[in-house]
């Protein structure tokens, strides 16, 4: 015996799901399969467009009463340093030789004049690193930032101006 799935219990029971998250997500999920009956996994994924997959998961769980933990901290992009270990040694390399720092002192920042899209050339001439291999050179200019460079032309410092003595003048 199946249950007949009308249009408001559908609405009610795909609202209900994109409210949930996780393991409470599977377990609701598997729980109104279970209730279907027999070819219920298979009527959700048509009418209601659960995944088959995380259905047979949140039964999984249901049955065994083991909740399995979801790594998301492990899911996305892995930083270019992980790829590519020597890339922040060899961009230090290349910038330090091309920096220096404010003339004023005021602050510790390194002024460089490379720009991220040369850096990314020498990066591919001189340390044999691909086109493909190498990130963006937004990404580039990120890395020089978080290094603590900075592009900007340095500008010299000039002496202070002798500050000239009033004049009189000569409508007295």
Known sequence: M???????????????????????????MAQTVLELGYGGQSLAAQELGWNRT???KGIKELK?????????????????????????????????SQS????????KRLYTRLSAALVRKQLIEKFGYSDEDLPTEETIRVKLNNLGYRLKRVAKVLPQKKSQKPRLSLNN
Do not use: M, W, Y
Not at 100 to 107: W, Y
């Open 2 to 28: 199946s249950i007949e799935l009308t249009d408001s219990l559908k609405n009610l029971l795909q609202e209900t799901v994109l409210q949930l998250k996780g393991a409470a997500r599977r377990r609701f």
């Open 54 to 56: 995380t259905i047979r």
């Open 64 to 96: 065994s009463g083991i909740t399995c933990v979801d790594n998301n901290s492990a899911k996305g992009r892995k930083k270019a340093e992980e790829h590519l270990p020597n890339l922040l040694e060899d961009i230090k390399d290349l910038v330090d």
């Open 100 to 107: 220096q720092t404010d003339p004023t002192f005021k602050s």
